[in-house]
């Protein structure tokens, strides 16, 4: 008698079932991670610009509307949201510092399309919900 050597066509069916299923499971739990990170980055930009107002207020008396004269960019969040100093909400007494998405972050974020931080240490979100507690970590 001859051995058998290799697999048959149902053996090699049931691997490919198996890893798509994997496959179905494992992309959108790694997609929602990467999100998350681009979120986290976002996050450690505008408490930076915070702490810079701050620094800026002790040298100046007053916070400022200009992320030059803070040291910073548009960029500094990385290419997955734009940092700025929201004109309408910074005076001498007050500031708030917003990130916004774009690319792909704005496509697969829906929830937190902006985050934003304010001097008085408020952080807020806007997107498909408002305040939503996960754009935040909370």
């Known amino acids: 008698m001859r051995r058998q050597q290799g697999f048959s066509l149902i053996e090699l069916m049931v691997v490919v079932v198996i ?51 803070l040291g910073a960019s548009s960029s500094m969040a990385g ?29 697969d974020d829906k929830s937190c399309q902006t985050l934003s931080l304010d001097q008085a240490g408020r952080q807020g979100s806007t997107g498909s919900t408002t305040n939503d507690p996960k754009c935040w970590g909370r």
């Open 19 to 69: 890893v798509a299923i994997l496959a179905a499971v494992a992309v959108p739990a790694y997609r929602n991670y990467v999100t998350r990170s681009h979120r986290v980055d976002a996050q450690r930009a505008l408490t930076d610009l915070a702490a810079r107002q701050e620094r800026y207020l002790y040298s100046n008396n007053t916070y400022t509307k200009n992320l030059s004269d």
């Open 79 to 107: 290419s997955y949201y734009t940092v700025a100093i929201d004109p309408a909400k910074t005076s001498t007494t007050a500031f708030s510092v917003v990130a916004t998405a774009v690319g792909t972050q704005q496509r």
